[in-house]
């Protein structure tokens, strides 16, 4: 790939400030009598196989600070990371296949001063996942 010459790995991309928001947003639905946070419209029917929801039973909000893992998969800049990092979201691992995007990735989550919060990681899908 050229993401090391500014190739789509090292580009910010529209959908991760949109991901970002709708995360954050389903962080801050207003919580029910029982500590739930209010249901979220979004169909798990439509996931592949396999793939588990943010969304906890009954469709109450799973928030990932509340000890859970966040992996992102081609994170690229990181900037999904930054921004729920920032938000006071931990334990995030944010991946991508090229190591010069993982480099740069890096630079950005200490620029931030978040590497408390963000692991950078190479991680090649082929390859077993990263602990």
Same mark, same amino acid.
């Not at 790939?1 to 790995?9: D, E, F, H, I, P």
């Not at 992102?72 to 006071?88: P, S, V």
């Given at each position: 790939?050229?993401?090391?010459?500014?190739g789509?790995? /090292?580009?910010?991309?529209?959908?991760?400030?949109?991901?970002?928001? #709708?995360?954050l947003?389903?962080?801050? #639905?207003?919580c029910?009598?029982?500590? &739930?946070?209010?249901p979220v &419209?979004?169909p798990?029917?439509?996931l592949?196989?396999?793939?588990?929801?943010?969304?906890?039973?009954?469709?109450?909000? #799973?928030?990932?600070?509340?000890?859970?893992?966040v992996?992102?998969?081609?994170?690229?800049?990181?900037?999904?990371?930054i921004?729920?990092?920032?938000?006071?979201?931990?334990?995030?691992?944010?991946?991508?296949? &090229?190591? #010069?995007v993982?480099k /740069?990735?890096?630079?950005?989550? /200490?620029?931030?001063?978040l590497?408390?919060?963000?692991?950078?990681v190479?991680?090649?899908w082929?390859?077993?996942?990263p602990?």
């Amino acid at each position: 790939t050229n993401a090391g010459r500014g190739g789509t790995g /090292n580009l910010v991309w529209q959908a991760g400030q949109v991901l970002a928001k #709708a995360l954050l947003a389903m962080e801050e #639905a207003p919580c029910g009598g029982s500590g &739930d946070a209010a249901p979220v &419209d979004a169909p798990a029917a439509a996931l592949p196989p396999g793939v588990e929801p943010l969304l906890g039973r009954g469709g109450a909000v #799973a928030h990932p600070g509340g000890g859970g893992t966040v992996l992102e998969l081609g994170a690229g800049t990181g900037e999904l990371a930054i921004l729920l990092a920032r938000a006071g979201w931990r334990n995030i691992v944010a991946t991508d296949g &090229d190591m #010069a995007v993982v480099k /740069n990735m890096k630079y950005n989550v /200490n620029v931030n001063k978040l590497g408390h919060a963000v692991r950078c990681v190479r991680w090649d899908w082929a390859d077993p996942a990263p602990n």
